[in-house]
């Protein structure tokens, strides 16, 4: 479904990403393990079309997709929910949710993702008239996955959804991550740092390091591999 | 007591001409974090656009109120595509740039613009014909209030709920709200950020049309030099109100307005500008990001 060919990207002077190589097939659950600054994020950025592609080629479906605009490429199916969850602050959770809709006019469609989103998460539907900015962390990460799912998205890139949540939180929304991937076939490239839970919902993973993807294997052979066990379990 | 109201009116309207001038500038600010300096020229324009089609249509003995109309019109459609130039002239091109080149190119705007409209109109002050008649109704009260306040103040009154309909509910309001508050993820969710930026000074620029008729209007006259002028009032205004807060410059656009309707009242009409700088020097040392803004605005 998606496939990054020799993608090299960086900013301004700093090359970040060299020669990545990288397949993601329909329906899995692909998670890339790194440690800080390793290029997680700049890598679906790429993807999303906001930082740019020096050299190399990005697939999608078999298209050529790395010199088209973000905008287009949400419409093609690729959503992000960003490091950080980029909630709007001062718009509500339900125009939040709206906002992931933007570039839809099927009216029944949003109606049946909106009730989907809201049975996923139950909570945002209770605070759906508040603010964004006055959510919890767990909640504004649930506000923001839900957000995404308003696209409707064929490739959903989750930049990192553990961070600064309780181990609690953190188990519902791997669970949750798997759930979508279950009812919509919705394909997922998880990055993560907390590559534990990460490899025990994924199918397979990438380690990248220095913006060099240096091992790719399935989820359970990372989980038994000495090298991943050492740096990213803390075994 | 006669005397307060006819201040008090004096200064809503001269408020609410500087409210509709702020908003384009309040509403730009949030979107792009920038000042547009070209903006109080896009209202001169529109002034003289009604100016030239009210001018023309009368000669033609069209009835009052279809000129008001066809002129307002006509006035917001070329305003905005003045704006709409401005944008796509001194600031896309310069979105990556140094915060102060978009600046310096924009003031460039603005001084071609007066000139432009200097040479092909003229120095003069031109009469602007009175396009609000005088009400029979108002006859007994119109020694305190005339009628082009009260249509003035009708006028704003409903432009702003339009407007505050626009942003709140609308599908182009939502996303101005969204690329204000978070570009990237504005980006990331499908908004094409440039048809968002393209709308608000299209949106900004209609509003300060609008304004430049009915003040035209009601003052009279017209010459190329009130874009400046009136620019300068409603910029303070915005920064009275906190830059980027849209109640904010309405708020701030009355306060400015009600202060130099009674400083000119009652002490004396020399001190007009003096009382509107010095309160804006005063709110800005109490409260530096104005009266509704938010505390960590980037200065220009
Ligand atoms: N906007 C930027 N401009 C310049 N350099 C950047 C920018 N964003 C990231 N970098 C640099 O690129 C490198 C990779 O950053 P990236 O954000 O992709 O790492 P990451 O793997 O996501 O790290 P983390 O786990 O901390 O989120 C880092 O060295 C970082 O300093
Ligand atoms: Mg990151």
Redesign the interface.
Known sequence: MLELRNVSAGYGNIQVLHNLDLVINSGEIITLIGANGAGKSTTLMAISGIVPVRSGKILFEGEPIHKISPEKLVAMGICQVPEGRHIFPALTVQENLDMGAFLRNDKDGIKDDLDYVFSLFPILAERRNQDGGTLSGGEQQMLAMSRALMARPKLLLLDEPSMGLAPLIIKQIFGIVRKINKDHNTTIFLVEQNANQALHIADRGYVIENGVITISDSAENLLKNQDVQKAYLGI | MDYFIELLFGGLTRGSIYALIALGYTMVYGIIGLINFAHGEIYMIGAFTSFIIATVLSIYGFPLLAIVVIAGLAATVWSSAYGFTVEKLAYRPLRKAPRLAPLISAIGMSIFLQNYVLLAQTSDFLPFPALIPEFAFMEPVAHIVGSSDLVILITTTLVMIGLTFLIKFT?IG??M??TA??K?????????VDRVISATFIIGSALAAIGGLLIASHIGQINFYIGFIAGIKAFTAAVLGGVGSIPGAVLGSLVLGLTESFATGYVSSDYEDVFAFSLLVLILIFKPSGLLGKAETKKV
Do not use: E, F, P, S
Request: aromatic share 0%; net charge positive.
């Open positions: 599908k939502k996303a709200r969204a508050q978070d990237t993820m504005a980006v990331l969710v499908g908004i094409n």
